[in-house]
């Protein structure tokens, strides 16, 4: 009688499956542009603030006292932090993984794996500190800086089921055009950001039942400089109070425009930098890290945060 042993009979595929990975918005630059121009050793980052201040005056004949201008000239600073995390593998591990390997019982790579996982751990721990920032280091976040102004004044329950279009519209509308207006038109939006229960909204209802045009798309029609809106679920209330943002209440979201412009908006960081394997006794260790200033706005009055209740009933 013949017999073959299970592994025999197998046809080992070139393809590793792994899990399905959400995109790093943030890290990467698409929501929050990042400048990789942070010197290695920096503890502080800091920029010149320039103020101009005087008026002239209107002069006939006579006599007069001409006003002077001048200049004051402040500094800006921002503390830097460096993301840091590490791998470990043993010497006769790496030595199985490399003996599976040339026996067709593997096709994966251990080290390259290993490093693989070191660097999303320490590129989603940079998105989340681009996102939110963190209180207990200092450092601000995308969605919370203190410098941007934050509008709380919203009482309207958009959520609710006899919400009116017209007024949702007019809500984000008006939020649009304070910035306009309040920077008597030296600064213009181009972005918002939409927690995705007010962006699925927006994207499903119509502006009136005698259009098929959806409230999403009425905001691009009447606000040109518009570039995009984009769906955050950093937004949502759930996640700003998980990571420590108190968005004018516990259950409020949070809409943010600005503009996406590098002058407006961006965070400085250096590169991951990978340390030599270290060895002790049969174990390897590799650390890895990476530095990162705030997220800057250096014009905050580009950007405004918007908190509304999430609540579903409008009397």
């Known amino acids: 009688m013949s017999f073959n042993l299970p592994q025999y009979l197998q046809y080992k595929l070139s393809e590793v499956l792994r899990p399905r990975l959400p995109e790093l918005y943030f890290d990467n630059g698409m929501y929050c542009p990042q400048i990789a121009d942070l010197p290695e050793g920096a503890q502080y980052l800091s920029a010149e603030i320039v103020t101009q201040y005087g008026e002239a005056a209107i002069a006939a004949n006579e006599a007069m006292d001409i006003p002077v201008g001048d200049i004051t000239v402040g500094q800006e600073t921002y503390k830097v932090v460096y993301v840091v995390g590490q791998i470990k593998y043993s010497d006769p591990e790496l030595k199985a993984a490399k003996f599976a390997m040339e026996n067709g019982q593997l096709v994966t790579n251990l080290q390259d794996e290993r490093l693989f996982t070191l660097r999303r751990m320490i590129e989603s721990k940079s998105h989340n500190l681009c996102a939110y920032g963190s209180n207990s280091h200092g450092i601000y976040g995308f969605l919370n800086h203190p410098d941007v102004p934050l509008s709380a004044s919203s009482t309207y329950r958009v959520y609710a ?18 910035i ?72 409020k979201d949070r ?57 579903t009933t409008n009397n």
């Open 180 to 251: 306009t207006t309040e920077t008597e038109m030296v600064e213009t939006p181009d972005t918002i950001g939409l927690p995705p229960r007010l962006y699925n909204l927006l994207k499903n209802t119509y502006r009136n039942t005698q259009t098929d045009t959806t409230l999403l798309k009425s905001i691009m029609d009447t606000n040109p400089l518009i570039k995009q809106i984009i769906r955050l679920p950093e937004l949502a209330s759930a996640r700003l109070l998980a990571n420590g943002v108190h968005a004018s209440g516990t259950t």
């Open 255 to 311: 809409m943010i425009i600005y503009n996406l412009n590098p002058s407006n908006v961006k965070r400085h960081y250096n590169n991951l930098y990978l340390m030599p394997p270290q060895m002790n006794g049969i174990n390897h260790t590799v650390i890895g890290y990476k530095g990162m200033s705030s997220v800057r706005f250096p014009y905050p009055k580009t950007a405004r945060y918007v908190d509304f209740p999430i609540s």
């Open 161 to 178: 089921q006899n919400a009116d279009p017209k007024i949702i519209l007019d809500f984000v509308n008006s939020e649009i055009d304070a």
